[in-house]
């Protein structure tokens, strides 16, 4: 079955593989010239030179790439390599993809370092961060290597986000060292016009997406003019419950980890943080404290604990929620600001300040919307009942989590919690072993855990009559 996933030179820019220049980068040294795109075995050019747009580095704002969208040809051209590939892929044993999937693993692990350190420059995040999302993705390609004898043996076609286009082609080129057959796994560059010319191919199969709401409304939408499945990981705005009988260090370390991992650009964060009355201020006095010392800056500094934001255009977004929210009558109690780094390298780049909002009420924009940046915003509450109903009273239903020594209630509340994924005592950890997705307009399907494996597959039943067949007629 085919799938669509839509979810360096150095600065003398000498025409060097990006593979080579990336080994020891610094924000601001870096220059893109290679192509993006990536079907049927190599890198590809985009043939549109007319409308090609810029990419930014977070870190410093300056010019990191051009890139150009691919048009119907193109996509066309990686779909059908894709289904090229999809009959040999797929007619392997099980063994034989996992020995693929393994060795792409082991060259991950090889260049861990590269791949944390073009994914910093590409979008913002810190290197501490990154290198934990390429443990990630090599641990979850180990783990379906381990279930490759249940794989159907798809081909696909992904599409990055075109703010952050760099690393896909990076996994394709690995892919390929591995021993994938050309075409298995290909990358095309694009924006809306590009995901429509995916979806509404008559030889995609399924498709998936990762991203907003409304966008996935639209993606849902051209999938079903060709009757198409979908897997959709949508937004979020997850309520976490702290009681008073918590761990209070813990849960003010599980506050921080739910609201400004990746600059708060998490879909599944626990952005509205409910805090029983009578530990408020003690939390909130804690959580200010924690989180005026976050440091910001440089992203691929060691000590570096929050980088910049994806986009400009998304950190004026982010700003005017917290200028929003000062208007409804929520209090600022840190943050919410831009700030400019001291090197004059970086204060060009998309950075604030988290930002903690206090007195906010259930009807808040800053409580109701997603935000998607570092800002967490602080709701008392008084019973168990009263805090359930007030966690449930929202559209979405990513992620959700509780806080409490009391080991039957969390349980209690968990089981009433209107969510996709609950964490008890802990946030935001995500082992590929564990479905993740959505209840409500969070989304449809799950990614991970063996799960998954239905979502990207289709069951075919077979009766085989050895004897004579009874009739009626």
Sequence with gaps: MMLLRLAVSPRSRVAAPLSAAARTLSSGSVDISV???????????????????????????????????????????????????????????????????IEAA??????????????????????????????????CIEYYAGLASTL???SMVFKPSPVTPVTAVLLAEIYM??????????????GQET???????????????????PTGQKIMEMASKGVKPVTLELGGKSPLIIFQDSDLENAVRGALMANFLSQGQVCSNGTRVFVQREILSEFVEE????????AIGDPLLESTRMGALVSRPHLEKVLYFVEKAKEEGATVLCGGERFVPADPTLRGGYYMTPCVLGDCTDEMTCVKEEI??????????????????????????????????????????????????????????????????????????????????????????????????????
């Design 35 to 101: 192509p993006l795109n990536f079907w049927a075995g190599q890198r590809r050019t985009s043939r549109d030179k007319c409308n090609k747009e810029n990419v930014y580095e977070p870190a410093t704002g300056r010019v990191l790439c051009h890139l150009g969208p691919c048009g119907a040809a193109e996509v066309d051209q990686a779909v059908k390599a894709a289904k090229l590939a999809f009959e040999p892929w797929s007619k392997l044993s099980g063994m034989e993809r996992a020995r693929v999937m």
């Design 195 to 213: 995901g429509s010319f995916l979806c509404h191919h008559p030889d995609v199969a399924k498709v998936s997406f990762t991203g907003s709401i």
């Design 177 to 190: 060292q591995a021993g994938a057959p050309e075409g298995l796994f290909n990358v095309v560059q694009g």
């Design 372 to 473: 998607f940046g570092p800002v967490m915003s602080v709701l008392s509450f008084e019973t168990e009942e009263e805090v359930l109903q007030r966690a449930n009273d929202t559209t979405m239903g990513l992620a959700a989590g509780v806080f409490t020594r009391d080991v039957a209630r969390a349980h209690r509340v968990v089981e009433q919690l209107k969510a996709g994924s609950c964490f008890i005592n802990n946030y935001n950890i995500t082992p590929v072993e564990v479905p993740f997705g959505g209840f409500k307009m969070s989304g449809i399907g799950r990614e991970n855990g063996q799960v998954t494996v239905e979502y990207y597959s289709q069951l075919k039943t077979v009766f085989v009559e050895m004897g004579d067949v009874d009739s009626l007629f």
């Design 106 to 139: 082991h060259i991950i692990e090889s260049r861990r370092e590269e791949i944390a350190e073009t994914e910093v420059v590409n979008n913002g995040k810190s290197i501490t961060e990154a290198r934990l999302d390429v443990d990630s993705a090599r641990l």
């Design 152 to 154: 159907a043996g798809n």
């Design 287 to 294: 959580v200010v404290r924690r989180t005026q010392a976050i």
